[in-house]
């Protein structure tokens, strides 16, 4: 069971189990009342009380029938980010007298992934084939190794829903083998890590992608979308999937521009994001797409070379000499802005500060150079 009283550090990190990232399940050994897919969504679990499906009660989640076989449930999750896993969180969110009572989490670093039989788009109301048992079997899953022991779980109620549970293991992990002791239902599976991959030198490459290993080190605000969201791979899917801050109070009642257009306010917003590598910035691209209303007026982008412990609060944050790399330019809203030329410092920078002003948001960011060697 698990006994942290708040929400810890690790959930600051790349959603790495997230569909939107590339996760998905390759196989369950039941899907009945609601598929194993749910687990990997983005969105929070929601509970409709008078929805019922042909196999029963509608669910937000992976819930199995109530089993009458020898045995256990258990699903298999490729990672859509190969990474070092740092926590989980385990939501049982609805789940209150059908919830699994207690789970383990298994993972591995599968190279060469045998031919599977694909799963149908929905598999309510289905369980494992034959076909799919035999070529599972293939990957001895249960023989991986244990990351969390078998451990109790908390009913879906608001005060007992979230369980989190630090992990420490250090293997880059590929998939993940989640066991339910015996049966039941969880909304979701969050796994938070950094994702590791190997980058050619030669190659120009988004530097501060997640998919290449670029993590977000901190923030002012996120108050409608976190700032990790504007490094994920491919184009944001709406307003949702980007980075939001709040209005800020102290913008003035009455606003002005500068000589360039660009809107005079004292305050602003900021996400620092370390690189995959320390890289040579070449351009960089700048994406409102979805803000409308509500896209920044200007964008600034700074960099600096340091280890990743310097950046180990906000006061440091603010105390660094940051360099420009872009300075201040005016945003339109639900557009691409590419930059090239207007870039003053090219690196070598291990990490990023980006500027919004004065609040809004953005969907993606992206850093494009070639990394750094010595």
Known sequence: MSTLKKIPSFTELNEISSELNGSKVIFATDDWFAPAENL???EEPVFKPNVFTDCGKWMDGWETRRKRVPGHDWCIIKLGLSGL????????AFFTGNYAPRFSLQAVNLQNEPPLPMRDEDMMGQAASLQMWESISSLNSDKW??????????????ETRHNFFPINFDQVCTHIRLNMYP???IA??????????KVNANEIIDLISIKNGGVCKGYSNAHYGHPRNIIRPDQAMSMADGW?????LDRPPILETDQFGILKVTGNEWAVFKLSSAGYISHLEVDTKYFKGNFPAS???EGVLIRDDVLSSKDNINKIQWETVLGAEKLSPDSLHWYEKEIKGRGPFSHVKITIAPDGGISRVRIYGKIHTL
Do not use: F, N, S, W
């Open 40 to 42: 990997l969504k983005q």
């Open 85 to 92: 896993i740092r926590g989980i969180h385990v939501d049982t």
């Open 145 to 158: 190794p244990t990351i969390l022991p078998m451990t109790e779980l908390r009913p879906g109620y608001e």
């Open 183 to 185: 049966d039941g239902g």
């Open 188 to 197: 979701r599976l969050r796994i938070y890590g950094e994702a590791i991959c």
């Open 244 to 248: 939001e801050t709040a209005r800020r």
């Open 299 to 301: 964008v600034r982008i």
